[in-house]
Protein backbone atom coordinates (compact mmCIF):
# COMPACT_ATOMS: atom_id res chain seq x y z
CA UNK A 1 0.00 0.00 0.00
CA UNK A 2 2.47 2.51 1.12
CA UNK A 3 4.80 1.66 -2.01
CA UNK A 4 1.58 2.61 -4.48
CA UNK A 5 1.48 5.50 -2.97
CA UNK A 6 5.04 7.15 -2.73
CA UNK A 7 5.16 5.11 -6.84
CA UNK A 8 2.14 7.90 -7.36
CA UNK A 9 3.75 10.83 -6.00
CA UNK A 10 6.46 10.77 -8.09
CA UNK A 11 4.36 10.66 -10.99
CA UNK A 12 2.26 13.82 -10.41
CA UNK A 13 4.31 16.08 -12.43
CA UNK A 14 3.14 13.71 -15.16
CA UNK A 15 -0.58 13.57 -13.98
CA UNK A 16 -3.28 16.03 -14.49
CA UNK A 17 -4.64 17.70 -11.36
CA UNK A 18 -7.77 15.68 -11.51
CA UNK A 19 -6.07 12.31 -11.63
CA UNK A 20 -4.20 13.64 -8.68
CA UNK A 21 -7.18 14.29 -6.78
CA UNK A 22 -8.77 11.24 -7.92
CA UNK A 23 -6.18 9.08 -6.11
CA UNK A 24 -6.16 11.27 -3.12
CA UNK A 25 -10.11 10.03 -2.97
CA UNK A 26 -9.25 6.58 -3.69
CA UNK A 27 -6.38 6.75 -0.75
CA UNK A 28 -9.27 8.30 1.60
CA UNK A 29 -11.70 5.53 0.37
CA UNK A 30 -9.55 3.11 2.03
CA UNK A 31 -8.42 5.02 5.18
CA UNK A 32 -11.90 5.44 5.85
CA UNK A 33 -12.24 1.24 5.93
CA UNK A 34 -9.16 1.20 8.35
CA UNK A 35 -10.57 4.69 10.22
CA UNK A 36 -13.53 2.16 11.02
CA UNK A 37 -11.78 -0.64 12.67
CA UNK A 38 -9.51 1.97 14.78
CA UNK A 39 -12.91 3.22 16.15
CA UNK A 40 -13.75 -0.61 16.60
CA UNK A 41 -10.32 -0.20 18.87
CA UNK A 42 -7.90 -1.99 16.13
CA UNK A 43 -4.33 0.23 16.86
CA UNK A 44 -2.67 -1.14 13.87
CA UNK A 45 -5.49 0.04 12.01
CA UNK A 46 -4.80 3.82 13.62
CA UNK A 47 -1.42 3.33 12.35
CA UNK A 48 -2.44 2.98 9.08
CA UNK A 49 -4.61 5.75 8.63
CA UNK A 50 -2.20 8.17 10.20
CA UNK A 51 0.28 6.98 7.79
CA UNK A 52 -2.71 7.73 4.63
CA UNK A 53 -2.86 10.86 6.37
CA UNK A 54 0.49 11.64 6.05
CA UNK A 55 0.59 10.48 2.56
CA UNK A 56 -2.63 12.34 1.69
CA UNK A 57 -1.49 15.80 3.16
CA UNK A 58 1.71 15.39 0.91
CA UNK A 59 -0.29 14.39 -2.14
CA UNK A 60 -2.65 17.65 -1.30
CA UNK A 61 0.57 19.66 -1.30
CA UNK A 62 1.59 18.14 -4.82
CA UNK A 63 -1.63 19.61 -6.10
CA UNK A 64 -1.23 22.94 -5.02
CA UNK A 65 2.00 23.17 -6.19
CA UNK A 66 0.34 22.22 -9.67
CA UNK A 67 -2.14 24.31 -9.59
CA UNK A 68 -0.11 27.10 -8.73
CA UNK A 69 2.27 25.63 -11.75
CA UNK A 70 0.00 25.59 -14.56
CA UNK A 71 -1.30 29.17 -13.46
CA UNK A 72 1.81 30.38 -13.91
CA UNK A 73 2.39 28.48 -17.55
CA UNK A 74 -0.84 30.31 -18.63
Not at 10 to 30: A, C, F, H, P, Y
Request: proline share 0%.
Amino acid sequence: FITIIITNMNRSSVMSVTDMIKGMMQRLEIALGDAEKHDRGNGAAGTRVRVAMQYIKAEGQSVRLQVQNDKKSR
